[in-house]
Nanobody, 115 residues
Framework: QVQLMESGGGLVQAGGSLSLSCAAS????????MGWYRQAPGKQRELVAR???????NYADSVKGRFRISRDNGENTVYLEMNSLESEDTAVYYC?????????WGQGTQVTVSS
């Protein structure tokens, strides 16, 4: 059984910063990608950032230049550093991990940016 332990998130003023982390544990095989998605009220879940095992990073256009994803491969942990936060970044952020056979989701952590 694979578990994703998310931490971070919370309330911050516009222009501020927050960091998220997600640690994967359990019977997880070779990880292909780790990343973050988010879902705002009334909207579909969308990709924020992901990082592949080879080091390639993808970012949503809306967060490029403000967010940075990184991984600790040895610990199967992924981090998301969020800077210059905007009210539009308010959402529940979900950790996502894809290994050789399956994909897994965290329970989500709320990020609220006040204007």
């Amino acid at each position: 059984q694979v578990q994703l332990m998310e931490s971070g998130g919370g309330l911050v003023q516009a222009g501020g910063s927050l960091s998220l982390s997600c640690a994967a544990s359990g019977m997880i095989s070779s990880v292909n990608a780790m990343g973050w998605y988010r879902q705002a009220p009334g909207k579909q879940r969308e990709l924020v950032a992901r990082m592949f095992s080879g080091g390639v990073r993808n970012y949503a256009d809306s967060v490029k230049g403000r967010f940075r994803i990184s991984r600790d491969n040895g610990e199967n942990t992924v981090y998301l550093e969020m800077n210059s936060l905007e009210s539009e970044d308010t959402a529940v952020y979900y950790c996502h991990v894809r290994d050789q056979y399956n994909e897994y989701w965290g329970q989500g952590t709320q990020v609220t940016v006040s204007s």
